[in-house]
């Protein structure tokens, strides 16, 4: 039997839809891009990354309970810098909060109906912020007091996660009386990530040091948080710009990338580094804020990243990186690169930078996450002579897919600490002239034998203070 639409059946379908009016094809696509809210978040290059609360009740009290709450960073190259976290949440009852270790609430609030004993905090809606390094010892617990900043999974495991302390009134005692808490919110330091709902999970083993004996959580529970770049900043926070060894053409930075400068309807939106006022400048409205203080550029992104092709070698090709900064109110602790090339897959050697290879297509190697060397280069410093940090790669050719044709050997995308940069356009790419050949090995000529002459020393130059990385 024949299946199809009758001429009738086609005309009636056609007639009841030109009868739409605006009003419902309006609501009909506002249906479907409201669907499409709950992947706004999706990292493809970090697919399951997020950052998990995790909030276990240890123990009872006459009038509530006393919990741990953890924040886990599992993202593995977005971490959470200084001035740190915020952690939001609204009471589902009247809950007030009467003591804290490890973190405190930016607010008290009214506890006018308290008398004697005085909540730390009875804010409906209370906001938690880390406490700074230094904090007395009787007001910590592991993994508290380090002003809100949170290592991400790759760089130091060890360091990501948070944790504080608080004990809870005028709540349940019991787990079917307690009500979890709604709303939550995280800034880390600004917006950028969407929580979920509390979601009641199995409760949390911890194992004693000798290993000899497992105690549990009487209740807990999660929330998990997603990140979005589109949520965090309408307005990109760093650029690319490339060159090579064979074009003279240096490729800037897209003009006004990150923005553009108009002192006229935004004055001070970035200053002169040969400015006689930069000093006052940077002292100024926005220094304890963290407000960005650019310099002048024809992109106005506070984080530039270059990628140079420097050489060329009968079987290796060599790239110099290099990360400015142009923000005079920022230094950048605990920087990372993410970085997608497919010749990732043949990376023989990084000089001064830590180097991992991610994998989110599975066995496809083309992304690379680089971050500095810890007390040598891992603090990106603030706009000025010493606000920028640099390597090298050296790659092995590939022939079946080696060419500096066609802008293949620059970065198919950079990220920098977790936020896309944004690419110059491809047919923008520094090409090669006309007149020069297609690269390919060299193996009788004097020039292979000097590049690889040339490349031995360099090798040997760095691995004498050994910041080299081999692979």
Same mark, same amino acid.
């Given at each position: 039997m024949e299946m199809g639409l009758g001429s009738s059946s086609y005309s009636s379908i056609a007639g009841s839809t030109s009868k739409l009016t605006p009003l419902a094809v309006f609501l009909a696509f506002f249906r479907v891009f409201s669907s499409l809210t709950s992947t706004e978040a999706y990292d493809s290059l970090d697919p399951n990354g997020n950052i998990t609360i995790k909030w276990d009740v240890m123990q009872w009290t006459p009038d509530g309970y006393v919990a741990v709450v953890t924040i886990y960073n599992f993202q593995q190259y977005r971490h959470i810098q200084t001035p740190g976290w915020t952690l939001g949440w609204t009471w589902a009852k009247k809950e007030v909060i009467w003591s804290m270790v490890g973190a405190q609430t930016t607010e008290q609030g009214d506890c006018s109906r308290f008398k004697g004993n005085i909540p730390h905090c009875c804010k409906k809606d209370p906001t938690v912020v880390d406490l700074l390094p230094g904090t007395p010892y009787n007001m910590q617990i592991a993994n508290c007091c380090k002003g809100g900043v949170i290592s991400s999974w790759v760089q130091d495991q060890a360091n990501a996660a948070s944790s504080f302390q608080l004990s809870v009134g005028q709540a349940g005692t019991t787990n079917k009386t307690v009500r979890v808490p709604k709303n939550f919110t995280l800034r880390a330091p600004g917006p950028g990530y969407t929580c979920g709902i509390a979601k009641i999970v199995k409760s949390s083993k911890f194992v004693s040091q000798d290993g000899r004996r497992t105690t549990q959580a009487l209740m807990t529970w999660n929330v998990t948080c997603t990140y979005s770049q589109f949520l965090s900043q309408k307005t990109p926070t760093c650029c690319v710009s490339l060159s090579s060894f064979y074009n003279d053409t240096i490729v800037n930075c897209p003009t006004c990338t990150c923005g553009c400068q108009n002192n006229i309807t935004q004055p001070g939106s970035c200053v002169e580094g040969d400015s006689p006022y930069l000093a006052s400048a940077i002292n100024g409205p #926005?220094?304890?804020?963290?407000?960005?203080?650019?310099?002048?550029?024809?992109?106005?992104?506070?984080?530039r990243v270059h990628w140079h092709v420097k050489l060329n070698y009968k079987e290796y090709w060599r790239v110099k990186i290099t990360i400015t900064n142009f923000n005079y109110r920022m230094n950048y602790t605990q920087w990372n690169?993410?970085?997608q090339h497919p010749n990732f897959d043949n990376l023989t050697q990084i000089f001064s930078f830590n180097y991992?290879?991610?994998?989110?297509? #599975?066995?496809?190697n083309d992304t690379a996450m680089l971050w500095g060397v810890k007390y040598y280069n891992d603090l990106l410093m603030a706009a000025g002579p010493a606000g920028n940090v640099q390597s090298e790669l050296l790659f092995r050719k590939d022939s079946s897919t080696f060419t500096f044709q066609k802008g293949w050997a620059f970065p198919r995308r950079i990220y920098f600490n977790g936020d896309n940069c944004v690419m110059p356009p491809p047919d923008a790419y520094p090409w090669l002239p006309n007149a020069s050949p297609i690269a390919r090995p060299l193996a009788s000529s004097s020039h292979g034998l000097l590049g690889n002459l040339g490349m031995l020393a360099g090798l040997c130059l760095v691995k004498g203070v050994g910041l080299a990385r081999k692979f």
């Open positions: #926005g220094k304890y804020s963290y407000t960005p203080l650019v310099q002048c550029t024809s992109h106005m992104c506070p984080i690169l993410v970085v991992k290879s991610l994998t989110p297509y #599975g066995g496809i």
